[in-house]
């Protein structure tokens, strides 16, 4: 028999969700799977179809983190598997789409941190938390050294990293690491509808927001009002202001395309034959 894929793609209108596919691991990504990640978000980040993307996993797990029993199989440097969570790690970070995760039941080590690294979380009330690698004689990867303390402050993000604990969904969003708590039942219903809110949005727009407050907490002032007018110039290259305001005025909600605001000319026929 054919193993069923590792990962899931499925497209509903504008989004995308990719659902990791081991529940026999709980969702625990080895290398295959960090390759198919990797692909899958490169190819989410390029497709101009794609306007949001939601991450989530099969089987009452969100990510168990990496799967370490795969290691015996897998005999390159300890750099090289690293490298595999950091391309995806930045893929995540960097996609100019909005991204959600959506997150029942466990979520652990590299698992925790890639949900992080989404721009939202919404949890059920049964999912559980880990920052685990100490308990492996570890050190916290996929991002979350920069992740923790980033959403949560200094302290706290070193009391879940040194010490290990599982967290529920309720202190996880009390820490700013999850954005809502919604039942098991209505997880479902509660992503579509964000997903397809955020994916009605205006793609330029949400792709230079995104940037400037990732990106905010590393820069002066100054920076950040020089980036925020780089960004605005961006904008209005977008035929998305003008259909903003056209929306506005005629009281209807607005159809946002990301396209460019100058569009080729069309060629002349006379000039072609010349």
Request: aromatic share 6%; hydrophobic share 40%.
């Amino acid at each position: 028999m054919t193993a069923p894929p590792a990962l899931l793609t499925s497209d509903s209108g504008s989004v995308r969700t990719l659902t990791l596919n081991r529940p026999h691991r709980r969702n625990a990504v080895d290398r295959d799977l960090w390759g198919l990640l990797r692909q899958a978000l490169s190819e989410a980040s390029h497709d101009p179809a794609v306007r949001a993307l939601v991450l989530t996993g099969a089987g009452g797990a969100f990510c168990s983190g990496a799967d370490l029993t795969s290691g015996a199989a897998d005999t390159r440097h300890p750099l090289d598997k690293v490298r595999d969570l950091n391309e995806v790690a930045l893929l995540l970070h960097e996609s100019p789409v909005p991204t959600v995760a959506k997150v029942d039941g466990a979520a652990v080590g590299a698992g925790w941190n890639l949900a992080l690294g989404c721009d939202l979380v919404v949890a059920t009330p049964e999912s559980r938390f880990s920052q685990i690698f100490t308990r492996r004689g570890l050190s916290p990867d996929c991002g979350g050294s920069w992740l923790l303390p980033r959403l949560t402050g200094l302290q706290q993000a070193k009391r879940l990293a040194l010490l290990a604990e599982t967290i529920d969904a309720e202190e996880a969003r009390s820490l700013n690491l999850v954005t809502w708590v919604v039942p098991a039942d209505e997880i479902d219903a509660y992503v579509a509808d964000l997903a397809d809110r955020l994916a009605a949005g205006p793609p330029v727009a949400l792709a230079q927001t995104k940037a400037l407050l990732d990106e905010g907490t590393g820069r002066t002032l100054r920076e950040a009002l020089a980036a925020e007018a780089r960004a605005q110039t961006a904008n209005f290259a977008s035929t998305d202001v003008t259909e903003a305001y056209a929306a506005f005025a005629e009281k209807r909600e607005p159809r946002f395309t990301g396209r460019w605001f100058r569009q080729p000319p069309t060629e002349d026929p006379s000039c072609a034959k010349q």
